[in-house]
């Protein structure tokens, strides 16, 4: 238990570096650089066509759908990967409970495409 | 750093399964699936047959049922997280039946309006799948997986008029109130793995009564796994969805909710209780007697005063689920006769409750409404419409020779027999009860058959062919059932404690 | 002896390491969960989630889970989150902050929490009072592997059914036509 607790505390070290480097640059930039802020200099596209409306528009439903089918295979995902640590332990039992498990997920990738959900357009 | 995913551990068994035992369930499964690439392969082509094939998927699930009452053997698999006894059985065969009368009542409605028909009958499907599973679950994982599979088709199926905001409505409250119920049931099954750390009924039930009182987090447990089944049979306070979502959702789908699903919350309550909870009576008794002698009076109540016809029924099917709760208050005492008397009340409960509903579509095909008012005259232009539905609502109301009188016996009976004060009171409470009921079936009665038609307009009601079919098969059901009482109570002699040994 | 005592106190240290660490992620978890629910912006407060869940995930490798913990990223932060996102992608609502949503109902809301927290810790401190877990090895992926492969093989399969009618009605649901 030791041992596996210190390999993740440098997982956490490095973390943390990573997280005190980014501020680390971030604040010797505000030090170091010169700081005039004008009205131009502060719109989204400088010297280029102003923006005009609202940040905010409403996506498209269709969307949604691709978000769904990622949801779903990473469930998936999740329980393919057990069974990837034990493959050679259950031998054709789980190759075919997993089979089983697959195409019926598959069925909903297929049912998505044929029923033409997954155009982008 | 993932030395542990890789470590070695002991060989792997593989698990002796009962293919037999889990016939019905891959039977079922496999014309799901089936369903699912017809209309992968079909498209829109094969919207014809779908109906046809949910039904004979429904019929073929039979023959396994069959052949495994007629074996007889009690079946356990995985150290008994699945148990097939003849519980179960019964349950299965009630859930496929009422699936199989909900296919024929909806043919027509899904076909005319302008609904998905091949994803209906797939989720329809995959509902009924999670319910022949929820009977023979005997594990906290198993139920709580069952009870999403029939929980989740039925959240859309409630919301599949989608251009109707009423429709989107009972979708969206039912399935709000059904994933808090779901996080309240899981939560509450947490507190009782984290303080017996084993998923499975039997053990929990050795786990938790093992002490004289029992300990905070058991308490907690056990509250939220009844608040959680609570929400899903509607009893009264978690009752708030039912009437919204059974107006808005389509006809069928409310049917197949009022009955199945709410047959499927029971069964499920059914398992924890007399399996898993059964050594703690003097946590989850109280609990029960509350809900059930509220549910009876609030449903009945507020049923008096609905001018909808299914709202009337929603509130209704409130007041039966007290009912049906009220056995279970007793579970303790009684153990053998309250089970069998909350399973026969759900098979009797199944067959009227489904007729009413197929007599509400078959009227609404006329009046395109579900008022009372539009029940007016009745009788003089859809006599055997009329019929039908004052056999249904009288048999729903428990008046003999029809069904449900043998079925509200049956409940006066356990919570009498029992001999506990919570029983008697009980036992007050559905006389009391059923007064009340007896009061707004019949003014519907009254109005189908003194009242004049609205506007004199007396053009019959066309009653499609497998409507009719589901009208005649309940009609004869609740008949049989009140002149043959015996027939369900031999079925019904059903016991749960076999598993547990006392 | 001596071996067997020095073998102890390092137990003993592994232990206090642990509580610490438990603590801080505890109380970051708690910050970001009440931020959660007080920031009027539902993006930041998806964000805040995010920063909930990583703590979860954590606390669940402090205690040797190493499989729940991934699960826990990968379905949690990773899907669910996406899900979160898209839903307030796709409301008419505006994307800023939004008073109406915060304020209301807050202090029945308010005395709702705390009454379930009260009543939730009395009975888990009640329950487990100073109980020791010990915790030897961390939790292997292939013990989670054979209970699914064995006693919950049933429930396995029916998630993916479960996922199966979960895609295709949403399908039917969320499409224009």
């Keep these: 238990m030791s041992d596996y607790l210190r390999s993740y505390l440098t997982v956490g070290i490095f973390g943390l570096v990573g997280v005190a480097l980014v501020g680390v640059f971030l604040g010797l930039g505000r030090i170091l650089r010169p700081d005039h802020p004008n009205l131009a200099k502060n719109e989204a596209y400088e010297s280029g066509v102003e923006p005009t409306g609202d940040m905010w528009s409403q996506a498209n439903i269709r969307y949604y759908v691709f978000a769904l089918l990622f949801v779903m295979f990473d469930v998936e995902a999740v329980f393919i990967f057990p069974w990837a640590a034990r493959l050679e332990a259950y031998e054709v039992f789980g190759l075919i409970e997993m089979a089983i498990f697959i195409f019926i997920l598959l069925l909903g990738l297929i049912y998505a495409w044929r029923k033409g959900v997954l155009k982008w357009v | 750093m993932l030395a542990a995913l890789a470590a070695e551990v002991g060989d792997f068994v593989r698990p002796p399964i009962d293919w037999h035992a889990a016939a019905p369930e891959l039977t079922l499964l496999a014309f799901g699936v089936l369903l699912t690439l017809m209309d992968i392969v079909w498209l829109e082509r094969g919207r014809k047959w779908a109906p046809a094939l949910a039904s004979i998927g429904l019929l073929a699930t039979m023959v396994p049922i069959i052949t495994l009452a007629v074996d007889g053997a009690d079946r356990s698999m995985f150290g008994g997280a699945f148990v097939v006894d003849k519980y179960a059985l019964i349950m299965k065969a009630v859930f496929i039946l009422a699936g199989y009368i909900v296919v024929l009542i909806s043919s027509n409605y899904i076909s005319e309006g302008d609904y998905w028909e091949n994803e209906y009958y797939g989720l329809l499907l995959s509902s009924i799948l999670g319910m022949i599973l929820m009977a023979s679950a005997r594990d906290l994982i198993t139920i709580f997986i069952a009870l999403e599979l029939l929980s989740i088709p039925a959240y859309m199926l409630a919301t599949w008029r989608k251009r109707d905001l009423k429709s989107n409505e009972a979708g969206l409250k039912y399935y709000l109130m059904g994933v808090f119920a779901s996080a309240i049931l899981l939560y509450g099954m947490s507190l009782l793995y984290g303080a017996s750390g084993t998923t499975l009924l039997v053990d929990l039930n050795e786990s938790i009564s093992a002490s004289d009182s029992p300990s905070a987090i058991v308490v907690m447990g056990i509250i939220f796994v009844i608040v959680g089944f609570a929400f899903k049979v509607s009893a009264v306070p978690f009752h708030t969805w039912a009437p919204d979502t059974y107006e808005g959702a389509p006809t069928p789908v409310t049917a197949f909710l009022s009955v199945a699903s709410k047959a499927a919350g029971f069964v499920a309550l059914m398992n924890m209780l007399f399996v898993g909870f059964i050594g703690r009576d003097d946590v989850y008794e109280p609990m029960i007697f509350a809900l059930a002698a509220v549910s009876m009076t609030v449903g009945n109540l507020i049923a008096l005063r609905q001018t909808n016809i299914v709202r009337m029924l929603a509130y209704s099917g409130v007041a039966q689920a007290g009912y049906m709760l009220a056995p279970l208050a007793v579970a303790s005492d009684v153990p053998d006769s309250a089970l069998a008397a909350t399973v026969s009340y759900l098979v009797i409960y199944a067959v009227m409750n489904l007729g009413a509903f197929a007599v509400v579509i078959a009227v609404a095909r006329k009046t395109r409404s579900a008022e009372i008012d539009d029940y007016r005259g009745l009788f003089h232009y859809a ?45 007050v409470f559905v006389a009391v009860n059923s007064v009340i009921a007896l009061y707004y079936y019949a003014r519907i009665g009254a109005k189908m058959w003194a009242d004049e038609a609205p506007d004199g307009d007396l053009t019959p009601v066309r009653v499609p062919a497998s409507l009719k079919s589901a009208l005649v098969l309940t009609v004869a059901a609740t008949i049989v059932f009140g002149v043959l009482p015996g027939l369900v109570g031999d079925v019904t002699k059903v016991s749960l404690l076999a598993g547990v040994g006392g | 002896m001596i071996g067997l005592l020095a073998a102890a106190s390092a137990d003993m240290d592994l232990y206090v390491a642990q509580n610490i660490f438990f603590g801080i992620i505890a109380a970051q978890m708690i910050y970001a969960a009440f931020r959660v629910v007080t920031t009027a912006n539902v993006v930041h407060a998806a964000l805040w989630l995010v920063l909930v869940l990583s703590g979860v995930a954590v606390q669940f490798i402090l205690l040797g889970a190493e499989f729940v913990a991934i699960t826990q990223v990968l379905v949690y932060i990773g899907a669910v989150v996406v899900l979160f996102l898209f839903g307030v992608m796709l409301t008419r609502a505006s994307m800023g902050a939004d008073e109406s949503v915060a304020s209301e109902k807050r202090s029945m809301a308010t005395v709702v929490g705390v009454l379930l927290f009260t009543v939730m810790a009395v009975s888990l401190i009640d329950s487990f009072e100073d109980t020791r877990l010990v915790i030897d090895e961390p939790q292997s992926t292939t013990l989670v592997s054979d209970s699914i492969f064995s006693q919950y093989i049933v429930p396995f399969e029916a998630v993916s059914v479960l996922l199966l009618a979960a895609l295709i009605g949403a399908i039917v649901v969320a499409r224009r036509d």
């Design chain 2, 383 to 427: 006599p055997g419409l009329t019929v039908a539905m004052t056999i249904f609502l009288f048999a729903l109301a428990g008046i003999p020779p029809l069904g449900g009188w043998w079925a509200k016996f049956r409940i006066m009976g356990a919570v009498i027999e029992a001999n506990t004060v919570s029983g008697v009171v009980l036992g």
